[in-house]
């Protein structure tokens, strides 16, 4: 059986991260696992379509990042919580916090693109084919269910 002590919780600030939240406060609540909240910072200056990027300058805009970052907490308040803020290319930087923070479970929403997208692969597919854990992924195809958003006090 799986033991799960450390469920690493990504963010992109999308309808499909809330979504996802909801799922990752419940099972860090039923298995009384430490959830580590973590968004990526894209450079500034990076140009982007979907997952192609381009890199440029660091992000200089950290704090208000990190603000929103930390607004991101389980409606719960029995539920440890850790908030990380990294910035790179998203899954390596995701793989890297699975490895730093010895995640036993990763739990990520996906906006289930097509096309060019797709072709040139989602963060979520990275993920979950190179994590040394269990990934769960959850697709949110609208906004967030009433459900999920009291399950969440996200700031948008």
């Given amino acids: 059986m799986l033991t799960i002590k450390t469920i690493l919780f ?3 600030f999308s309808f499909a991260s ?3 939240f909801g799922l ?17 910072v894209m450079p500034t200056s990076a140009l982007a379509y979907r997952e192609m990027v381009l ?14 970052l930390k607004a991101v907490t ?19 930087e995701i793989l890297r916090m699975v490895d730093e923070v010895k995640a036993d479970l990763v739990v990520m929403g ?15 597919e990275k993920v979950v084919r190179q994590a040394p854990c269990p990934v769960l992924t ?16 996200y700031q948008n």
């Fill in 74 to 92: 389980p409606a719960s308040g029995n539920i440890a919580v850790e908030h990380r803020l990294t910035q790179g290319d998203a899954a390596q």
């Fill in 110 to 124: 996906t906006h289930g693109r097509t096309g060019l997208g797709r072709l040139m692969g989602s963060v979520a």
């Fill in 10 to 12: 990504e963010t992109d």
């Fill in 24 to 40: 990752a406060c419940a099972l860090a609540r039923d298995h009384d696992a430490k959830l580590v909240i973590h968004h990526v």
């Fill in 138 to 153: 959850l697709k949110a195809v609208a906004p967030a269910s009433q459900e999920c958003r009291q399950a969440a006090q």
């Fill in 18 to 20: 809330e979504a996802a």
């Fill in 55 to 68: 890199r440029g300058e660091l992000n200089d805009n950290f704090d208000a990042i990190e603000e929103k």
